[in-house]
C-alpha cells in the first residue's frame, strides 16, 4: 500500500464530516479576522476565515503569496495574534493565551518547520543533539532526551546521521532532522510552511514520505503550506485558501470498480462559510465573464448562477446577489 493509499484509509471517513461537526477537532477557525495596519493603512489579511482539522489529518494549505495563508500559520503557531473571530489549538484559546502560556504552547504543543533549514537546525550542533535541544528548553529529564531522539531520528530514516553536524548533511537530510526537531516535545500539531520549497523533486519526495510516515506513527495533526503540486496531491485534503478565506476543498479517495482495480478520485468543492459565503473558483468567474452582481436561481437539487445581462428561467425562483 502506497503512502497516500495509507493516509486515504486512515483519513476518509473523517474528511467528508470535516466542515459538519467540530466536536473533537484539533483545531478550530471560527471567522477569524487579522487587520493589520501600516503607516495608518489598514490590510485585512483574514476575513472571517473558517477551518476545522481533526487530530491525526495531514492536509495541504495552498494559494497565492497574498492569500494569507502564511498570516493564517503564524496565529496557529501562535507568533501572531488574532485581531478577532475563535481560534483554538488543541484546547488553547489563541486569542486569551498570555506570554507564559504561549511560550508553553509553542514548546510543548505545536512544532513547527520552516523552508529556510538555517531557521531549524543549529549547524554547530549534530544530528541528534538538534532534536534533544527542544527536550532541554522544556526541562525534559536528560536520562530521557538521548532516546527520544533515537527513535525519531531511527522513524526518520537518520539513525546513521545522528552524531554528524547539521552543518554536514544533506539540504534533505537536514529537512528530516528538522522534523525530527519539530516533533521532539510530543507536540499535537506540526505546522510546516513551504518544508520541500528549496529541494529537488526527488529530495522533496523524500521529505515528505518522512513526514507522512510521521504522522502515521506519532499521529501527530499536520498542516503543511505549499506552492509544490506534487506535494498537495500526496494528502487526502487540500484546502485553497483566497483573500483571507477558505475558498475550495478537494478531497480525494481511493475506490474499487466492479474490477477489482483501483483509482484515486479528487473532487473539488467550494466552501461554504458560516455567513453563507462561498467563492467561486476563478476560471468559472472568467470564463462566465462575472462581475459585479449575478443572478442565483434556486432548483430542486441546486443552486443556478447567471451572469448579470443574462434571462433566467422564469420556472425558478431567482434573487439578485451583489
Not at 138 to 155: T, Y
Not at 255 to 271: K, N, W
Not at 299 to 305: A, Q
Amino acid at each position: 500500500m502506497t503512502g497516500i493509499d495509507d493516509l486515504i484509509a486512515r483519513q476518509q471517513a473523517t474528511s467528508d464530516q470535516v466542515a459538519a461537526d467540530a466536536s473533537g477537532a484539533m483545531i478550530i477557525c471560527e471567522r477569524l479576522v487579522k487587520i493589520f495596519s501600516v503607516a495608518g493603512v489598514e490590510t485585512q489579511a483574514l476575513q472571517g476565515l473558517d477551518l476545522v482539522l481533526r487530530p491525526g489529518e495531514l492536509t495541504a494549505l495552498v494559494g497565492a503569496s497574498v492569500s494569507g495563508k502564511s498570516t493564517l500559520l503564524n496565529i496557529l503557531a501562535a507568533l501572531d495574534r488574532p485581531t478577532g473571530g475563535t481560534a483554538v489549538v488543541a484546547g488553547h484559546d489563541l486569542l486569551t493565551m498570555g506570554p507564559k502560556e504561549r511560550l508553553r504552547y509553542r514548546r510543548s504543543t505545536v512544532g513547527f518547520l520552516w523552508q529556510q533549514t538555517g531557521r531549524n537546525l543549529l549547524a554547530q550542533l549534530t544530528a541528534a543533539e538538534n532534536v534533544m535541544l527542544p527536550m532541554e528548553l522544556a526541562k525534559v529529564p536528560r536520562n530521557k532526551r538521548a532516546g527520544r531522539a533515537a527513535a525519531l531520528l531511527g522513524m526518520l530514516g537518520l539513525t546513521e546521521h545522528a552524531d554528524q553536524l547539521a552543518s554536514r548533511l544533506s539540504g534533505g537530510q537536514q529537512q528530516r532532522v528538522a522534523i525530527g526537531v519539530a516533533l521532539a516535545n510530543e507536540p499535537s500539531v506540526l505546522l510546516a510552511d513551504e518544508p520541500t520549497g528549496e529541494l529537488d523533486t526527488e529530495t522533496a519526495d523524500d521529505v515528505f514520505a518522512a513526514m507522512r510516515t510521521a504522522n502515521s506513527e506519532t499521529g501527530v495533526t499536520m498542516l503543511v503550506v505549499t506552492h509544490d503540486a506534487g506535494v498537495s496531491e500526496q494528502v487526502s485534503r487540500t484546502i485553497a485558501i483566497r483573500d483571507g478565506r477558505i475558498s475550495t476543498e478537494v478531497l480525494r479517495t481511493r475506490s474499487t470498480d466492479e474490477h477489482g482495480q483501483q483509482a484515486l478520485r479528487s473532487q473539488e468543492y467550494s466552501v461554504l462559510d458560516r455567513a453563507g459565503r462561498l467563492q467561486l473558483p476563478l476560471d468559472f468567474i472568467e470564463t462566465l465573464e462575472l462581475k459585479d452582481r449575478v443572478r442565483l436561481a434556486l432548483e430542486p437539487d441546486h443552486v443556478g448562477v447567471w451572469p448579470d445581462r443574462d434571462r433566467v428561467p422564469t420556472t425558478a425562483t431567482t434573487k439578485e446577489a451583489g
